[in-house]
């Protein structure tokens, strides 16, 4: 079955660095646009980047632009999402998602990521 | 670019039918699809209606969705009523310069 890993989530200082990884199993990664979507602690839903199935385009929320980038390894099967400039906004769950047709389908369990002096 | 509005909270008595609305604030809501996502607690998201009134397979029937240009809204409603619909509900959608945009979020209270 299809499976999203993520990984690399943890606590950090404010102006810091992280990086994230999702493995992607039982689907042909190659073929699927990848998101990153996140959640503040008790807080709803947020898109924060997007990366076509080959890397050709990006896409980021003008709250994380310029701070992170994503990435992507298809023979590896993996998403990145490498984070710069932490601040304590940041703080939340990172979900690894897959596009269908501008539409988030399969999440993964997702990885927390803490901001925090 | 575009904000979705939903209502913050909503309750309903089992077996009963729920409506959850979702409003465009700028933009036409036939313009790009709308969909609805389910996260219970401690679990991710999972997608409930696509397209605007697609239902993945495993979804029951007991979820749809609709839009209505005059209002500028989606709705995703929710009969027979069950404890185990109780959970937070999103709406999605997208368009070439907001890119992807999610509502604030229901929670849909199981009385």
């Known amino acids: 079955q299809v499976q999203l890993v993520e990984s690399g989530g943890g606590e950090v200082q404010p102006g810091r660095s992280l990086r994230l990884s999702c493995a992607a199993s039982g689907i042909t990664f190659r073929n699927f646009g990848m998101h990153w979507v996140r959640q503040a602690p008790g807080k709803g839903l947020e898109w924060v980047a997007a990366?076509?199935?080959?890397?050709?385009?990006?896409y980021y929320a003008d709250s994380v632009k310029g701070r992170f980038t994503i990435s992507r390894d298809n023979p590896k099967n993996t998403l990145f999402l490498q984070m710069n400039s932490l601040g304590v906004e940041d703080t939340a769950v990172y979900y690894c998602?897959?596009?269908?047709?501008?539409?988030?389908?399969?999440w993964g369990q997702g990885t927390m990521v803490t901001v925090s002096s | 670019n575009f904000m979705l509005t939903q209502p913050h909270s909503v309750s309903e008595s089992p077996g009963k039918t729920v409506t959850i609305s979702c409003t465009r604030s700028s933009g036409s809501i036939a313009g790009n699809y709308v969909q609805w996502y389910q996260q219970r607690p401690g679990s991710s998201p999972t997608t409930v209606i696509y397209a605007d009134d697609q239902r993945p397979s495993g979804v029951p029937d007991r979820f749809s969705g609709s839009i209505d240009s005059s209002s500028n809204s989606a709705s995703l409603s929710i009969s027979g009523l069950k404890s185990e619909d109780e959970a937070d509900y999103y709406c999605?959608?997208?368009?070439?310069?907001?890119?992807?945009?999610f509502g604030g979020g229901t929670r849909l209270t199981v009385l």
């Open positions: 999605q959608s997208y368009d070439s310069s907001s890119l992807w945009v």
């Open positions: 998602v897959t596009d269908r047709s501008d539409a988030f389908d399969m």
């Open positions: 990366i076509w199935h080959d890397g050709s385009n990006k």
